[in-house]
């Protein structure tokens, strides 16, 4: 039994491998067999990455980021009795708007999938006058209704809180600009009716680690324990041959998400397998969803890595509060609300 209780449905069917007795490093071990989603995974999809994943019933889905043969991302959905192997639709999911009408994205990458009350969510990113987030929501995985865009232009890595905060959604992102953006915060905003946002408040920014001193962004859907909300993030880093993504770990006030409890000053993973250093984009682990189960205490983290394939890392509540709480550094900005 955990010490830090996760706040969350028990999932005992959460995939998992024990830690390899001669791993050293952070508490965060990469499974045997990844990647587990390779190459040419569907007709007319090239790769599929940064995706998202989480149970439905006894089994799994998800929304995956499959780019298609023309270069352009879509999301597709994906159903798995172990969440390891993967059955994806053969064609993108078809958006409508309010009244049912065909609604699509001119693209859509990088979705989250979150589940607030009875209704699911994706989030992703998309175009609206440049680079921005879309949303859509479902109750049956096969109606996806496309709500209004939450925030202007220019962001991305919207993350939805799995629970409203005083009765409002909270949602994490990050305004970028409409390339490849050399800066970047993780802010969080409120909404009472997933339509109307404000309360922006800014969350956390790039530090003086070198691994995340350029930007960052919200990973998975923050996990609520007994600590705070645990938040996987990613942390990039600028160097003379490009970016290198790498994934890291805070904890964030429960009642206060703006407001940083712990932050490792330590990556958690960073690319170091083929598969994370050679693809689309060399040296990325893309954190976009986990699977937790609150009896066991167990993580799996799903994580696109070279924008290129999904893996598959693991870790435990206890050992992976215990190692931020241990290696934290926290700023003034981390620290403070974050409203000026
Ligand atoms: C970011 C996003 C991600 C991608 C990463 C590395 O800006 O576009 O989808 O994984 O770059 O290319």
Redesign the pocket.
């Known amino acids: 039994m955990s010490k830090v209780k996760m706040i969350s449905p028990a999932v005992p069917n959460v995939p998992w491998q024990d830690k390899p007795e001669d791993h050293t490093g952070a508490p965060v071990w990469r499974y045997s067999e990844n990647p587990i989603i390779g190459r040419n995974p569907v007709k007319g999809v090239a790769r599929i ?2 995706s998202a994943v989480m149970p439905y019933g006894d089994e799994f889905i998800g929304v995956f ?1 499959g780019e298609q043969v023309n270069g352009i991302p879509y999301i597709y959905m994906g159903r798995s009795k172990d969440a390891i192997h993967w059955d994806f639709d053969k064609d993108k999911i078809q958006f409508v708007d309010e009244e049912g009408k065909p609604f699509m994205p001119i693209y859509a ?2 979705p989250r999938l979150v589940k607030v009350e009875d209704t699911y969510y994706i989030i992703w ?1 998309q175009d609206f006058y440049g680079a921005a987030i879309g949303i859509a929501k479902t109750t049956d995985f096969k109606t996806f209704t496309r709500i209004e865009n939450p925030f202007l232009p220019f962001n ?1 890595n919207a993350v939805l809180f799995p629970r409203k905060v005083h009765g409002n959604f909270m949602m994490l992102s990050r305004p970028s600009d409409s390339g ?2 050399p800066f970047g915060d993780i802010f969080v905003s409120e909404s009472p009716d997933m339509v109307f946002w404000g309360k922006h408040r800014h969350v956390m920014g790039k530090s003086s680690e070198w691994w995340e001193s350029l930007k960052i962004g919200g990973g998975a859907a923050p996990i609520e324990t007994s600590e705070g909300w645990l938040l996987f993030y990613h942390g990039v880093s600028g160097t003379c041959n490009g ?1 290198v ?1 790498s994934i890291g770990g805070a904890i964030l006030d429960i009642d206060n998400p703006s407001i940083v409890k712990y932050r490792c000053e330590n990556f958690l993973l960073t690319p170091e397998e083929w598969y994370e250093e050679r693809g689309f ?1 060399p040296n ?1 682990c ?1 954190p976009c969803a986990t699977i937790h189960d609150s009896e066991s205490g167990r993580i799996a983290i799903y994580y ?1 890595a070279a ?1 290129s394939y999904v893996g598959l890392a693991f870790t435990t509540i206890d050992e992976v509060v215990d190692y931020i709480k241990e290696h934290s550094v926290v700023t003034t900005s981390d620290t403070e609300e974050g409203r000026r």
Do not use: I
């Open positions: 990455f940064n980021r990458y990088d990113c991305r490849h953006t970016y993504y984009v990325v893309f696109g924008d």
